[in-house]
Nanobody
Framework: QVQVVQSGGGSVHLGDSLRLSCAAS????????IGWFRQLPGKEREPISCNSGTDGSSIYADSVKGRFTISRDNATNTVYLQMTSLRPEDPAVYYC??????????????WGQGTQVTVSS
């Protein structure tokens, strides 16, 4: 069964950095795309980054490009989202998810439990 377990998150100040982790449980990340998404209350879940399981390429939403970095550590079976220069619009519940192949699917995403990120001035 494909499961991903998130860690990290918390409360930081504007301009600070934070790293989120997404660990694979019971399967190898090799060949799986890992995406990061975020969701504000009452809003749809927004994709912000994805690392492909086919060619290793990464994509980013314009809102986080240049500030967030997705990386994969195959030795620990973990994908990270390094967030820097956090802004007032970044607080949300962040989710990671895994799908076999590339970031466009067509498989079914398996979701992590979500983690809250809060940014204060």
């Amino acid at each position: 069964q494909v499961q991903v377990v998130q860690s990290g998150g918390g409360s930081v100040h504007l301009g600070d950095s934070l790293r989120l982790s997404c660990a694979a449980s019971g399967f190898s990340l090799a060949g799986y795309a890992i995406g990061w998404f975020r969701q504000l209350p009452g809003k749809e879940r927004e994709p912000i980054s994805c690392n492909s399981g086919t060619d290793g390429s990464s994509i980013y939403a314009d809102s986080v490009k240049g500030r967030f970095t997705i990386s994969r550590d195959n030795a620990t079976n973990t994908v990270y989202l390094q967030m820097t220069s956090l802004r007032p619009e970044d607080p949300a519940v962040y989710y990671c998810a895994a799908v076999e192949g590339g970031c466009s699917g067509p498989g079914v995403w398996s979701w992590g439990q979500g983690t809250q990120v809060t940014v204060s001035s």
